[in-house]
């Protein structure tokens, strides 16, 4: 059955609580993530109109994920072409609400899940359209790491629109490894022009370097998305592209090659993350059958839950029993800390339900405050100011009421209570809100101000 939002959705009674089994949970993560494949979501990023969505629908055709039937004879070319926009067929596998056909952009992000022989892949498709930063940065704060989308015609129009903020964003939110996608290359003069590719890979390289990114973790893919060259597939000798397999790999496959190195199940580290108090924040809220009519989806920041857990929803306080849960779409009985998972819920009104809220522990819910002191990274001049603050999916109002001081890299103090905080500098803050706000210390923050992204960092 469709999901359907709640503001359409009809009230449905309260379902009983499922008994809990009690599961060792890190014990059992520990042998199974020894024999599964390795996993990664992955944020898509990059300016409006540079192919964003096409390139992933044409992805998941190519893999297998969706049938060439569907894309030719049936919903989505039928839909498109009613429409009179045929060629957006493709990326219609990743628009899916009627108003982001209509208008041909993508307004929230869209998740969708595929597999290859070698791993297990999310794929978080973000709005390139600046009116929608605030769902990009929602989506990019749940992925492990950023394909970024450059229209090799289209270069200086990213440049000035959201190619620069965006790489900004995927940094801010603690992104380290980047897949540039130098797309719509077959529609370039002459069509495959690797001099073009060239200069785009130069200037992406370059601007992704002054934002922090390491050279070793960018890979670039020559391609185009809506002839499906070099995407799944390699171009064949005889074409235009014939130059790319010789020094470039798939876009599939600097996907496998650019998964993070998670720490292993048995590792101290990984066992300690998995025994700390969940904490998921949720980044959709929606009604999806009669037997599971509502349900949260997010990711796992720590923590464990199973089926039969009693959670917290902060900032609201109220309790909910979990009654299934899914992860990548299959069923599961628990999911772990890194995992984006479905949580179907009950025991729990849907008015007590929001994005941006934190499903957490019972017995040890996140805090709520009005203020916190956050470290940050400053990208445009400050004053104590009001200030549009992000937490992830969460979206607040808040106002900077105090510089306390500016530091170095160690965080060391250079200048107590500045006047006012420059573009480059680091420094502490203190940042209130009119309602109370569930944070986590180490939390990502980025502050925006006037729609331009001023600052970025942690919770301290």
């Not at 970024?148 to 903020?165: F, H």
């Amino acid at each position: 059955m469709e999901a359907t939002k709640l503001d359409s959705a009809p009230t449905q009674p309260v379902q009983p609580k499922v008994r809990s089994k009690g599961l060792d949970v890190p014990k059992l993560w520990a042998e199974e993530k020894a024999k599964r494949k390795p996993s990664a979501a992955f944020v898509v990023i990059g300016h409006v109109d540079h192919g964003k969505s096409t390139l992933m629908g044409r992805l998941l055709l190519d893999v297998g994920a969706v049938s060439q039937r569907d894309i030719d004879n049936g919903r989505y070319q039928k839909q498109a072409s009613e429409m009179g926009k045929a060629s957006f067929a493709l990326a219609w596998v990743m628009d899916t609400s009627a108003e982001e056909r209509e208008r041909g952009i993508t307004f929230d992000f869209a998740q969708h899940h595929f597999t290859t022989p070698k791993a297990d892949f999310t794929i978080l498709d973000a709005p390139g359209h600046r009116d929608f930063v605030p769902n990009m940065i929602g989506g990019a704060s749940m992925a492990d790491m950023a394909v970024l989308v450059v229209d090799a015609n289209q270069l200086d129009s990213g440049m000035k629109g959201q190619t620069r903020e965006h790489i900004l964003l995927a940094k801010a939110v603690g992104l380290k490894k980047v897949v540039v996608a130098v797309n719509k290359l077959d529609a370039a003069t002459p069509p495959w022009s690797q001099p073009l590719f060239e200069t785009v890979q130069t200037d992406i390289r370059k601007l992704l370097a002054t934002s922090g990114f390491a050279d070793e973790d960018i890979k670039f893919v020559p391609c185009s998305g809506l002839a499906g060259t070099n995407v799944v597939n390699p171009p064949k000798p005889s074409s235009p592209a014939a130059w790319v397999p010789k020094a470039h790999f798939t876009l599939l496959q600097a996907l496998e090659r650019s998964i993070p190195s998670p720490a292993k199940p048995s590792t101290t580290a990984a066992q300690d993350l998995l025994k700390q108090p969940l904490r998921m924040q949720i980044i959709d809220v929606f009604r999806g059958s009669v037997t599971n009519p509502l349900s949260v989806a997010g990711r796992i920041a720590s923590g464990t839950v199973q089926i039969g857990d009693v959670v917290s929803i902060q900032p609201s306080g109220e309790k909910a029993a979990v009654k299934a849960l899914e992860v990548s779409d299959e069923p599961r009985e628990y999911a772990v800390a890194g995992q984006i998972c479905t949580l179907h819920l009950s025991d729990i009104e849907a008015q007590h339900l929001r994005s941006g809220d934190v499903l957490c522990s019972s017995q040890h819910p996140v805090r709520v405050a009005k203020s916190c002191t956050m470290l940050i990274e400053v990208l445009e001049a400050l004053l104590p100011q009001p200030v549009d603050v992000h937490f992830g999916r969460l979206h607040v109002s808040g106002r900077i009421s105090q510089l306390v001081e500016t530091v170095d890299g160690e965080g060391e103090q250079l200048k107590r209570r500045p006047r006012v905080l420059k573009a480059g500098q680091r420094a502490r803050v203190r940042v209130g809100f009119e309602e109370g706000v569930p944070l986590v210390v180490g939390e990502k923050v980025v502050l925006r101000s006037v729609g331009v992204t001023a600052a970025y960092g942690t919770v301290e």
